[in-house]
């Protein structure tokens, strides 16, 4: 029913030079078993695409809500989507951070992104002080009830759960607590459009993910896949963890 993904965020890192690691990809996994996805920055969108072919699937990494208009340096989903795009990720902690991304910003740009045809990535996630204070399910349920939109294709939408504090820090939640907030996305999702809807979202894990623990991570009920920030840069760290999804229990 949810065809398993692999996302990798490039995040601002990548130049023509990096395609070589898209290259190695491709000749690695001509025709994965799961879907996979890079998000590079939108300046190698348009090349990445036409490198990659049918193999890969290409994202970007935000999108303003508006389709055009007086944005000076933003880009639209229907931008991306005629660069070569399918996906774009939002929400992502480091936007929340450093450009103070809330809540409404991001259901405006989800709501956007899936009128331009793209699947959302949408990210959640608490804070190393807020999982301490014992407030990961509330803080996580309150931005699946604030970042995604109303009438969603559930085929189009994606929640990418990557808690801040186990971003790029090499350190991970254990495995029971990934179950739990996955199994709380799940809940939040068919309380509100239904249990069949919420069947079809896909749910992604996301935090220092490598191919030492994408195994132990991908047998994890209710994971659908990750999104992968540092290891998707290196072809042979990102092809070890898709072939880890592609091994991966149904
Ligand atoms: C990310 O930033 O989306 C991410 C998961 O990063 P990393 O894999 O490097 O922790």
């Known amino acids: 029913m949810r065809r398993k993904l692999v996302a990798g965020n490039w995040k601002m890192n990548g130049l023509?030079?990096?395609?070589?690691e898209v290259d190695a990809l491709v000749a690695a996994h001509p025709a994965p078993a799961c879907e996979v996805l890079i998000c590079p920055?939108?300046?190698?969108i348009h090349r990445l695409a036409a490198r990659a072919g049918s193999a890969i699937s290409v994202g970007g990494q935000d999108c303003h809500a508006a389709a055009s208009g007086a944005h000076t340096g933003d880009i639209s989903a229907l931008m991306l989507q005629d660069a070569g795009a399918s996906h774009v990720i939002l929400g992502h902690s480091e936007r929340r951070a450093d450009h103070h991304e809330t809540d409404a910003d991001v259901r405006a740009k989800a709501a956007s992104a899936m009128d331009a045809g793209l699947v959302a990535i949408v990210c959640l996630g608490e804070t190393g002080a807020e999982r301490d204070a014992g407030r990961a399910l509330a803080v996580v349920a309150g931005q699946v009830a604030g970042s995604v939109p109303e009438g969603v294709n559930p085929g189009a939408l994606v929640l990418a759960y990557e808690p801040v504090w186990a971003i790029g820090t090499g350190r991970t939640p254990t495995l029971a607590e990934i179950a739990e907030v996955h199994a709380l996305m799940r809940a939040e999702l068919a309380a509100r459009f239904g249990a069949d809807a919420a069947a079809r979202v896909r749910l992604l894990y996301g935090g220092s993910v490598k191919p030492g623990?994408?195994?132990?991570?991908?047998?994890?009920?209710?994971?659908?896949?990750?999104?992968?920030?540092?290891?998707?840069?290196?072809?042979?760290?990102?092809?070890?963890?898709?072939?880890?999804?592609?091994?991966?229990?149904?």
């Open 213 to 250: 623990n994408a195994a132990a991570i991908f047998a994890v009920p209710d994971v659908d896949g990750a999104l992968v920030g540092g290891a998707s840069l290196k072809a042979a760290d990102f092809s070890a963890i898709i072939a880890a999804l592609e091994g991966a229990p149904a």
């Open 41 to 44: 920055p939108a300046t190698l």
């Open 16 to 20: 023509g030079a990096s395609l070589a």
